[in-house]
């Protein structure tokens, strides 16, 4: 029988042992989200973007969705969720399939030891490895620069709703993936089943 998730452990950043005195460096697990983490993924979506957070355009293309099949990953230290990071399946006018990437974030005390880098690349990594051809995203192109996003691929595309034009980003894991992509991008993923509807709304 198959692991339930993938656990790919990463040495990141160092932390000063406060027993002894010495640094070391700390474990931390890139896996796939379980249904026990969603708690603390969600008071650590709260902390990162505030209680507004699901006024974002981009939330219009997770509304009522499931993360893309296999896609969802956090970031623990032990037991302690530390960073998300998830994919949607998205689309836009003309038909062609992207990954909407979001909302990344890492616990505040956590940042800057490399934990957002991990989590990105994974979740681009795991992306190509099952034939996903775009990666789209709304966020700072100074941070996201760095794993291959920017602006040129997506002046064609919007949003469903506001949306800063020089944040919509993208990176082709096809060459050539977006070309001829444009119109707004609308939801494509699978719906939420009804009873995980009624019980988030309890
Ligand atoms: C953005 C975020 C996920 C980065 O996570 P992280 O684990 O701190 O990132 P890393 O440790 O891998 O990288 C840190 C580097 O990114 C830079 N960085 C972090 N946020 C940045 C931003 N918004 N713009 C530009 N650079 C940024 C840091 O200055 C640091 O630079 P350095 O490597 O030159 O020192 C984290 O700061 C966060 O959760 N922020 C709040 C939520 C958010 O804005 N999410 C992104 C939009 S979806």
């Known amino acids: 029988m198959p692991a339930p998730f993938i656990r790919i452990r990463y040495a990141i950043g160092a932390r000063a042992d406060r027993a002894s005195g010495l640094e070391q460096t700390e474990m931390i697990s890139i ?34 969705r499931l993360p893309a099949d296999g896609l969802a990953f956090v970031a623990a230290e032990g037991t ?3 960073g998300t990071a998830r994919l949607w399946d998205i689309g836009c006018d003309n038909g062609e399939p992207a990954l909407l990437l979001g909302p990344v974030a890492v616990a505040v005390d956590d940042r800057n030891r490399g934990i957002g880098t991990a989590l ?39 949003m469903p709703g506001p949306f800063e034009r020089h944040r919509l980003l993208a990176v082709e894991l096809v060459p050539g993936a977006l070309t ?7 939801a494509t993923g699978r719906a939420i089943p009804c009873r995980d509807l009624a019980a988030s709304a309890a």
């Open 31 to 64: 896996r796939k989200e379980c249904p026990p983490d969603v708690a603390a993924r969600e008071v650590l979506l709260d902390q990162a973007f505030g209680k507004n957070r699901r006024r974002k355009s981009s939330q219009r293309l997770r509304d009522g």
């Open 80 to 82: 302690r969720i530390v």
């Open 120 to 158: 990105v690349r994974h979740a681009i990594a795991a992306a190509r490895r099952l034939g996903h051809r775009a990666v789209i995203l709304v966020g700072d192109a100074p941070y996201y620069s760095r794993f291959g996003f920017s602006a040129d691929a997506t002046t064609s595309l919007r």
């Open 180 to 186: 001829g992509a444009r119109g707004p991008l609308r």
